[in-house]
């Protein structure tokens, strides 16, 4: 198939994109609201309700691109853009990628949507360095990136990963690996981590299964803003979630990041997140299981924790939920973070400091909390869906999920009406413009 690029219906500067140095400034919740257009129809998640009320969602994928809330709302990934095919689960060659596999999809240029043909277990040779305006979109087939390196999200913008299993994710490097159709360089080692995002702005990561990795589940730093973690499921792993580089790197006085709507889950011990410098707003998960602490920080971040279900573990000593790291009692009483409409359960308790005004949390509240006693409804569906419905974790066989695209080459592909239906959907759709066709020859 040949090279076709895609023009841009409007300029960059038309499309909400923004410096990595831009701050936020909280919208009313209605404001909010009324950018997702669909009608409520039912679960209450306003992300889920965004898209999965329509059946033939897969006719229209790009609309997840408009479904997104919190600071990384803004996050376009791939839409506009062409659609590219993933026929490939290999990484034979991280300098001279394989047209079909996803390394060669996420290092193109343009804005790319990136769906998969099938079921795969991919298997990285090397970090996946990704390029600006993509979206790694896996609703439809069952899609693991483990047992090797993983993501790497650096010096770029508008990426959205949603539906994908990252697990067992291991240190690589010391080696070429490509960035761009025009360049590679290379590379330390890495550390491991699920999702890296380095000195990256609006960054939405939805809907996936994040465990067992060498180092982080998910870490932003050096900058880094303007993101969405939501509605992912964590289980089975340390430290689960870092946020800031360091307590003397200052450049993450601007990073503002929303966790919503995500499940805290079995044998996770800390981190969820840590956070230094910046503007943190936790609203609506469901803390089911810490060995030390749920939530922690250093250097001054503000943490506005709002309408979430907090169940302590059993040990006496682990009931609180946030620890200060590296300051003194005297020091961090300055700090601003606060509880509001938490549920705190099995002797579950939040150690506030700081102000209690509500404006003091203006830069750390990104969307309305609905009332904590809804969690488990609103996150019930937390981690990997497929086909809009959720799907089991931690199995890495090849099922018979697909994209209603068998037979594709892989690369850049039309999808669209019915090529992006299942085989009955398909029928469904032919017959529907049948007799369309029927009534206005009739007319």
């Not at 038309?14 to 129809?41: A, E």
């Not at 309700?49 to 033939?56: F, Q």
């Not at 277990?121 to 090397?126: A, D, F, R």
């Not at 060498?214 to 499921?233: E, P, V």
Request: aromatic share 10%.
């Amino acid at each position: 198939m040949g090279e076709r690029r895609l023009k841009l219906k409007h300029p960059i500067w038309k499309m909400g994109i923004l410096p990595p140095s831009t701050i936020f400034h909280p919208q009313s919740i209605n404001d909010s609201r009324r950018q997702l257009s669909y009608v409520n129809c039912g679960t209450g998640n306003p992300i889920d309700d965004c898209w999965r009320c329509n059946p033939n969602w897969q006719m229209d994928r790009q609309r997840l691109a408009d479904c997104a809330i919190g600071f990384g709302r803004g996050a376009l990934g791939g839409k506009n853009g062409e659609y590219y095919l993933v026929t490939d689960s290999s990484d034979n060659d991280p300098v001279n990628p394989t047209p079909g596999t996803l390394r060669h999809a996420v290092i193109q240029t343009e804005p790319l949507w990136i769906i998969f043909q099938s079921d795969m277990l991919i298997q990285l040779k090397e970090e996946l360095i990704m390029n600006s305006y993509k979206t790694i979109d896996g609703r439809g087939a069952n899609v693991h990136i483990a047992h090797g390196p993983c993501i790497t999200v650096q010096y770029i913008t508008n990426i959205i990963i949603h539906g994908v299993h990252i697990h067992d994710c291991i240190p690589a490097g010391n080696a070429m690996v490509r960035d761009s159709p025009v360049h590679y360089g290379y590379r330390g080692i890495c550390d491991g981590d699920g999702i890296s995002i380095f000195s990256s702005s609006f960054i939405w990561i939805d809907h996936c299964e994040l465990y067992n990795c060498a180092d982080g589940l998910i870490d932003a730093i050096m900058g880094s803003t303007a993101i969405t973690i939501s509605n992912n499921y964590f289980h089975h792993h340390n430290e689960v979630m870092l946020l800031g580089h360091s307590d003397s790197f200052t450049g993450d006085k601007i990073m503002q990041v929303t966790i919503a709507f995500n499940h805290f889950g079995e044998d996770l011990v800390q981190r969820m997140p840590r956070c230094r410098h910046g503007y943190f707003h936790v609203v609506n998960n469901d803390y089911t299981h810490w060995e030390m602490y749920a939530i922690g920080g250093s250097a001054k971040p503000t943490i506005n924790s709002e309408g979430n279900r907090y169940l302590a573990p059993s040990d006496p000593n682990a009931k609180q939920i946030t620890k200060r790291l590296d300051a003194e009692d005297s020091e961090w009483m300055y700090w601003n973070w606060r509880t509001e409409g938490d549920l705190l359960l099995n002797g579950a308790f939040f150690v506030p400091s700081g102000a209690g005004a509500a404006d003091s949390y203006m830069l750390a509240s990104s969307l309305g909390a609905k009332p904590a006693f809804l969690v488990g409804t609103l996150t019930g569906d937390a981690g990997v869906l497929r086909d809009g419905v959720k799907t089991g974790s931690g199995s890495n066989d090849s099922g018979s999920g697909s994209t209603g695209l068998e037979g594709s080459s892989g690369g850049r592909v039309t999808v669209s009406g019915a090529e992006a239906l299942s085989p009955l959907d398909r029928i469904i759709y032919y017959i529907t413009v049948f007799v369309c066709l029927c009534l206005v020859l009739r007319l």
